[in-house]
């Protein structure tokens, strides 16, 4: 990229707010999902919400496509760099603002890592709720980017549920601040669109985010099965008889074997077919009552063995084996293909069964870990990239498990959003006036399309709307500038 912009940009953020360099534009490429992988030209590290829209006013001037990017966990392709755009980076910008411990919120910016907000906040006996898998490393813009999901989720709710207030820089470097909490918003709730808008509304600098009270206690247990079928019908069972567990997680067979063997290792059997791990937190009553509930269905559903977990430390290892089971898929293949729908909770053990014939007759290894309480499947196939066939089966494999949960009254995503990889698939649970509306949004926040551009929204819908709301005699005009 050349140019006086450049250098303006240069000025504006220092060394250490621009990458240039080739060598060190290699993280970038990609999110999680490297098939679909760029390397950017130019990416921008801005440090506060000023410097965010200075940047964006000059890339508005030079009309600049823009690609919002956190910590590039993301398992969609929304972060993947665009033709002759930047890549705006917030990683530098993960303060804690404040904690309000009285009315239980924090303000924060969106660089900030997902867990580090518990972290700051625990001497309060607080702690943020959502918790997706790679909590470890994701940052709470890009959790609201996705409105991302988490096992303990199944109780607390999406990270919409827990948004209060943003601070977001628009396409032309304009700041829209929507911060101040409100028991009831005024107007459009501007907030709760923007949440899971994958970055094509602008830039959240700033979050106010609900803070919840760590409950008096916390059991942790595990209930081990000779069958898959067998562990997806006590989900079903314990919801019916109105247990109420904050998180209901199961690993399967070959996923227990995977964390088994790597640094996750968290005392799951080997010799199990599946394994369901439940938190059950609230008062010490509540708690033992609805431990004996789940315990109960479980053994009428053929459990082999339950347990629970004796300390604080052996909780903990019990769920770093759940969150570690992405990394530990690398001791099957080298890349790992994460696939993120959802279905009703009566059509768990249905859906289950047709990913492992899916993947069975395209000779390909899956591995199932899905949030259960929400219908939440992520079945994982392992494969690798350097073999095109291979690829070719996964793709194949990912689009009729999509199709499937759409058929049995489900979604495209629970938690990953749509990106680049389900993009096509929107088509096919969508009509073209319902994609059309969402062309029509999008264009309120950003009339020029260039912020993520290419993402989320097939792009024959919104070239189409476009053309629908062009006067006949501009039209012409209108094709030529495509």
Same mark, same amino acid.
């Given at each position: 990229? &050349?140019?006086?912009?450049?250098?303006?940009?240069?000025?504006?953020?220092?060394?250490?707010? /621009?990458?240039?360099? $080739?060598?060190?534009?290699?993280?970038?490429?990609?999110?999680?999902? !490297?098939?679909?992988?760029?390397?950017?030209?130019?990416?921008?590290?801005?440090?506060?919400?000023?410097?965010? %829209?200075?940047?964006? @006013?000059?890339?508005?001037?030079? @009309? !600049?496509?823009?690609?919002?990017?956190?910590?590039?966990?993301?398992?969609?392709?929304?972060?993947?760099?665009?033709?002759?755009?930047?890549?705006?980076?917030?990683?530098?910008?993960?303060?804690?603002?404040?904690?309000?411990?009285?009315?239980?919120?924090?303000?924060? &910016?969106?660089?900030?890592?997902?867990?580090?907000? %518990?972290?700051?906040?625990?001497?309060? +006996?607080? *702690?943020?709720?959502?918790?997706?898998? +790679? &909590? &470890?490393?994701?940052?709470?813009?890009?959790?609201?980017?996705?409105? +991302?999901?988490?096992?303990?989720? #199944?109780?607390?709710?999406?990270?919409?549920?827990?948004?209060?207030?943003?601070? /977001?820089?628009?396409?032309?470097?304009?700041?829209?601040?929507?911060?101040?909490?409100?028991?009831?918003?005024?107007? #459009?709730?501007?907030?709760?669109? *923007?949440?899971? %808008?994958?970055?094509?509304?602008?830039?959240?600098?700033?979050? !106010?985010?609900?803070?919840?009270?760590?409950?008096?206690?916390?059991?942790?247990?595990?209930? =081990? *099965?000779?069958?898959?079928?067998?562990?997806?019908?006590?989900?079903?069972?314990?919801?019916?008889?109105?247990?109420?567990?904050?998180?209901?997680?199961?690993?399967?067979?070959?996923?227990?074997?995977?964390?088994?063997?790597?640094?996750?290792?968290?005392?799951?059997?080997?010799?199990?077919?599946? !394994?369901?791990?439940?938190?059950?937190?609230?008062?010490?009553?509540?708690?033992?009552?609805?431990?004996?509930?789940?315990?109960?269905?479980?053994?009428?559903?053929?459990? /082999?063995?339950?347990?629970?977990?004796?300390?604080?430390?052996?909780?903990?290892?019990?769920?770093?084996?759940?969150?570690?089971?992405?990394?530990?898929?690398?001791?099957?293949?080298?890349?790992?293909?994460?696939?993120?729908?959802?279905?009703?909770?009566?059509?768990?053990?249905?859906?289950?069964?047709?990913?492992?014939?899916?993947?069975?007759? @395209?000779?390909?290894?899956?591995?199932?870990?899905?949030?259960?309480?929400?219908?939440?499947?992520?079945?994982? =196939?392992?494969?690798?990239?350097?073999?095109?066939?291979?690829?070719?089966?996964?793709?194949?494999?990912?689009?009729? =498990?999509?199709?499937?949960?759409?058929?049995?009254?489900? +979604?495209? %995503?629970?938690?990953?959003?749509?990106?680049?990889?389900?993009?096509?698939?929107?088509?096919?649970? #969508?009509?073209?006036?319902?994609?059309?509306?969402?062309?029509?949004?999008?264009?309120?926040?950003?009339?020029?399309?260039?912020?993520?551009?290419?993402?989320?929204?097939?792009?024959?819908?919104?070239?189409?709307?476009?053309?629908?709301?062009?006067?006949?005699?501009?039209? $012409?005009?209108?094709?030529?500038?495509?």
């Amino acid at each position: 990229m &050349q140019g006086a912009w450049i250098a303006e940009l240069r000025e504006l953020l220092g060394p250490r707010g /621009i990458v240039e360099d $080739p060598t060190k534009l290699f993280p970038y490429e990609a999110d999680g999902i !490297v098939l679909l992988r760029r390397r950017p030209e130019i990416v921008l590290l801005p440090r506060t919400t000023e410097e965010v %829209s200075r940047v964006l @006013r000059i890339l508005h001037r030079e @009309r !600049v496509p823009v690609v919002a990017r956190g910590a590039g966990t993301g398992l969609s392709g929304g972060a993947t760099p665009v033709d002759g755009g930047v890549v705006l980076s917030l990683a530098r910008m993960r303060d804690v603002l404040a904690i309000d411990t009285v009315d239980r919120v924090a303000r924060v &910016q969106a660089g900030l890592v997902n867990v580090d907000l %518990s972290l700051a906040c625990a001497k309060h +006996s607080l *702690f943020y709720a959502p918790d997706p898998s +790679s &909590q &470890q490393a994701c940052t709470l813009g890009g959790n609201v980017a996705e409105n +991302s999901g988490g096992p303990h989720c #199944f109780r607390y709710g999406n990270t919409t549920q827990h948004v209060l207030g943003l601070v /977001i820089v628009l396409e032309d470097g304009t700041v829209l601040d929507l911060s101040e909490p409100r028991v009831d918003p005024l107007g #459009f709730d501007l907030i709760g669109l *923007f949440v899971g %808008s994958e970055g094509m509304f602008g830039v959240a600098t700033e979050l !106010v985010l609900k803070l919840m009270p760590k409950p008096e206690t916390t059991e942790t247990l595990l209930a =081990i *099965f000779e069958s898959l079928d067998a562990a997806c019908d006590a989900v079903s069972d314990l919801i019916r008889a109105r247990h109420e567990p904050s998180a209901i997680e199961i690993l399967d067979k070959l996923t227990i074997e995977a964390v088994e063997a790597s640094v996750y290792a968290a005392g799951y059997p080997r010799t199990a077919e599946a !394994v369901l791990l439940c938190d059950v937190e609230g008062t010490r009553v509540e708690v033992a009552n609805t431990v004996a509930g789940i315990l109960e269905v479980a053994r009428a559903r053929g459990a /082999i063995e339950t347990r629970t977990a004796k300390s604080e430390l052996e909780r903990k290892q019990l769920w770093a084996g759940r969150k570690g089971a992405f990394g530990a898929m690398g001791r099957i293949a080298p890349d790992l293909y994460v696939a993120d729908v959802c279905v009703p909770r009566t059509r768990l053990r249905e859906l289950v069964g047709h990913t492992t014939r899916i993947a069975r007759e @395209r000779n390909l290894k899956l591995a199932t870990v899905f949030h259960a309480g929400d219908g939440n499947l992520h079945p994982n =196939i392992a494969y690798d990239r350097r073999d095109p066939e291979e690829v070719k089966r996964v793709l194949e494999a990912g689009d009729e =498990i999509m199709r499937l949960c759409i058929e049995y009254g489900g +979604s495209l %995503s629970g938690e990953h959003g749509i990106g680049l990889e389900k993009m096509k698939a929107m088509e096919w649970l #969508f009509t073209r006036d319902d994609l059309a509306t969402m062309c029509r949004v999008r264009e309120a926040w950003d009339p020029d399309r260039r912020m993520n551009p290419g993402k989320l929204i097939p792009m024959r819908a919104c070239l189409e709307t476009k053309q629908a709301l062009v006067r006949p005699e501009e039209r $012409p005009h209108a094709e030529a500038h495509r």
